[in-house]
């Protein structure tokens, strides 16, 4: 058996390490959704001189038949603390012992890039929150959790009138702000704002056992934000408050849809900035974004979120806008 990092540009190899990470997905209890779509993986994985790029890593008799494979996120600059990093095995292949394998290579991986913490992320599927087959696994390895988020979806489209609904409770707390949308990237006077709001983003959503610092943003890395999101066949719709005596931008909300595979849509960061919290802005945020999907006309049945469980002002909004629970991810950390 060889552990090898795989160029994602050969098609065999990725293929087939792709192969192994769709069939662990599918093989969930429960909503399994759709997951990062292959180009999407690609599209993170092949810019070695990216902010962000994934390292892929098969393991097998050979890199074209892996029984298991992985993922490390390796950042350029930001957060070097610790990598986050994904683990899988064949459902035909578990129980064998490869995932312990695999996953002390990824440890040795994780180190050679002086990395001294690894977390690995998770998805259970609605039947499995709390019983994946990661809480024997990762405990049995000296992992402990660093953070657990739960999965919910919303039924896309709306009952009509809801959003309008929602829009009149909301907006009278909000009356000092301005909310913003767009779907063709950012508008350039606000790339710079949009770029600090990026860079505070770990350090304003709650953290548990992950000391996270601020990133790295400027106007550059938002635009090659915008463009890899493009290339990943993804629109990006997004909202963004204004404060308007200062003109400050305050938070802002992104939710992103597949062009080839519309079904699904995923929220991704959603921000309010803390002096400017208590004003329904993180509602107000995702309703605007929901517009967006709405006047596009896609074809979406549900919208994906995750948040920490211990993010409750998010999960309120998330609750008065209907969404259920279909799932958890949990981080599992361990210092190396
Ligand atoms: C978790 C996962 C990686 C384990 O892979 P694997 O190759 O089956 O793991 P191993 O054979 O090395 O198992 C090592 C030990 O982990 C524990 N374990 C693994 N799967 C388990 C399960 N389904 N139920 C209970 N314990 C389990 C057992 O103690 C096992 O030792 P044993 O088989 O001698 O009892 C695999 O189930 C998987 O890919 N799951 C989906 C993705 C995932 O959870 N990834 C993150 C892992 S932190």
Same mark, same amino acid.
């Given at each position: 058996?060889?552990?090898?990092? &795989?160029?994602?540009?050969?098609?065999?190899?990725?293929?087939?390490?792709?192969?192994?990470?769709?069939?662990?997905?599918?093989?969930?209890?429960?909503? #399994?959704?759709?997951?990062?779509?292959?180009?999407?993986?690609?599209?993170?994985?092949?810019?070695?001189?990216?902010?962000?790029?994934?390292?892929?890593? $098969?393991?097998?008799?050979?890199?074209?038949?892996?029984?298991?494979?992985?993922?490390?996120?390796?950042?350029?600059?930001?957060?070097?603390?610790?990598?986050?990093?994904?683990?899988?095995?064949?459902?035909?292949?578990?129980?064998?012992?490869?995932?312990?394998?695999?996953?002390?290579?990824?440890?040795?991986?994780?180190?050679?890039?002086?990395?001294?913490?690894?977390? &690995?992320?998770?998805?259970?599927?609605?039947?499995?929150?709390? $019983?994946?087959?990661?809480?024997?696994?990762?405990?049995?390895?000296?992992?402990?959790?660093?953070?657990?988020?739960?999965?919910?979806?919303?039924?896309?489209?709306?009952? #009509?009138?809801?959003?309008?609904?929602?829009?009149?409770?909301? $907006?009278?707390?909000?009356?000092?702000?301005?909310? &913003?949308?767009?779907?063709?990237?950012?508008?350039?006077?606000?790339?710079?704002?949009?770029?600090?709001?990026?860079?505070?983003?770990?350090?304003?959503?709650?953290?548990?056992? &992950?000391?996270?610092?601020?990133?790295?943003?400027? %106007?550059?890395?938002?635009?090659?934000?915008?463009?890899?999101?493009?290339?990943?066949?993804?629109?990006?719709?997004?909202?963004?408050?204004?404060?308007? %005596?200062?003109?400050?931008?305050?938070?802002?909300?992104?939710?992103?849809?597949?062009?080839?595979?519309?079904?699904?849509?995923?929220?991704?960061?959603?921000?309010?900035?803390?002096?400017?919290?208590?004003?329904?802005?993180?509602?107000?945020?995702?309703?605007?974004?929901?517009?967006?999907?709405? $006047?596009?006309?896609?074809?979406?049945?549900?919208?994906?979120?995750?948040?920490?469980?211990?993010?409750?002002?998010?999960?309120?909004?998330?609750?008065?806008?209907?969404?259920?629970?279909?799932?958890?991810?949990?981080?599992?950390?361990?210092?190396?």
């Amino acid at each position: 058996m060889h552990f090898t990092r &795989i160029d994602a540009n050969s098609d065999e190899k990725f293929d087939a390490w792709f192969g192994v990470l769709q069939r662990s997905e599918r093989s969930r209890d429960g909503e #399994s959704g759709q997951g990062w779509h292959p180009d999407e993986w690609r599209a993170r994985s092949i810019d070695e001189t990216a902010p962000r790029v994934f390292h892929l890593y $098969s393991y097998g008799p050979t890199a074209e038949r892996p029984v298991a494979v992985g993922a490390l996120e390796v950042t350029r600059d930001d957060n070097l603390a610790f990598i986050e990093g994904n683990l899988f095995v064949d459902p035909a292949e578990r129980r064998r012992g490869y995932g312990s394998t695999l996953l002390q290579e990824l440890e040795a991986a994780a180190r050679d890039l002086r990395r001294p913490t690894l977390v &690995i992320f998770v998805i259970e599927g609605s039947r499995e929150i709390g $019983s994946g087959p990661n809480r024997s696994f990762a405990a049995g390895h000296g992992y402990r959790i660093a953070e657990e988020h739960v999965r919910r979806d919303l039924e896309w489209p709306r009952p #009509s009138g809801e959003l309008d609904h929602l829009w009149e409770t909301w $907006s009278p707390f909000a009356t000092d702000y301005e909310i &913003i949308s767009w779907t063709d990237g950012t508008p350039e006077e606000l790339v710079e704002a949009r770029a600090h709001l990026s860079a505070i983003m770990p350090t304003e959503a709650p953290h548990v056992d &992950i000391d996270v610092e601020a990133e790295h943003w400027d %106007a550059a890395r938002v635009r090659l934000h915008e463009a890899t999101t493009h290339r990943m066949g993804r629109d990006l719709l997004v909202a963004a408050a204004r404060h308007r %005596a200062s003109g400050e931008l305050v938070g802002y909300s992104e939710l992103t849809v597949s062009r080839d595979q519309p079904q699904t849509a995923y929220q991704w960061d959603t921000l309010v900035v803390r002096r400017h919290r208590g004003h329904r802005l993180g509602g107000l945020l995702k309703v605007a974004t929901m517009r967006l999907l709405e $006047s596009g006309q896609y074809p979406t049945r549900k919208i994906t979120t995750f948040n920490s469980m211990l993010n409750e002002p998010m999960i309120a909004v998330n609750e008065a806008l209907g969404a259920r629970v279909a799932g958890a991810m949990v981080a599992w950390r361990k210092d190396l």
